[in-house]
């Protein structure tokens, strides 16, 4: 039986009706047979505090740890939040940052976003590209998804019902396929 590749997805919204969340959902449906996507919950994450960590690191932590350090790839999904990140999504990247054999170094990694605003997000993944550089993650440049006016592309159950979004993102997820063997075939 040949081995399913995981896509471990992180959504930078906890909002149940997220338009990021509904993107991951999306991509997990173009993926190709033989990949799974699995979207992990940041909910019970606690926020980051050196103290807490010096007392052991939180169940929730370590579950997100081990997941990511299992996982082929990462794709992230994040909204804007005042043109920078949600704090939700940087601290679930403060704590996997720390201790020994951090999960995302070298990792192979997709950003997508999803916005009210014409400009689907930009701004946000911006920094949060620099965010992944000082984690060492192994970032796509290109293609990059925006989905701009993002209550135009889904129904109202949260199902992307546009054409060309759900293109870009096909596109998106072959190019992250592609680095995921390329990274396999270099090791």
Request: with cysteine; hydrophobic share 45%; net charge negative.
């Amino acid at each position: 039986m040949e081995q399913k590749l995981q896509i471990v997805a992180l959504c930078g919204s906890l909002r149940r009706g997220s338009y990021n969340r509904a993107a991951l959902v999306a991509a997990g449906e173009l993926l190709p047979a033989g990949v799974g996507l699995e979207i992990l919950d940041l909910s019970e994450v606690p926020f980051f505090n050196e103290d807490v960590e010096a007392e052991g690191i939180p169940a929730p932590v370590a579950v997100l740890k081990d997941k990511l350090r299992a996982a082929d790839a990462v794709l992230l999904s994040v909204p804007e939040y005042n043109y920078s990140l949600p704090p939700v999504l940087k601290n679930a990247l403060d704590w996997v940052s720390r201790g020994e054999d951090p999960p995302l170094w070298g990792k192979p990694t997709a950003i997508m976003s999803a916005s009210l605003s014409m400009l689907g997000g930009a701004r946000v993944q911006y920094h949060l590209r620099q965010v992944c550089t000082a984690l060492n993650m192994d970032v796509l440049n290109k293609p990059e998804v925006f989905i701009a006016s993002a209550r135009t592309k889904f129904d109202p159950e949260g199902r992307l019902t546009d054409r060309q979004t759900r293109q870009f993102i096909a596109e998106l997820l072959e190019a992250l396929l592609n680095k995921v063997s390329t990274t396999e075939r270099k090791q």
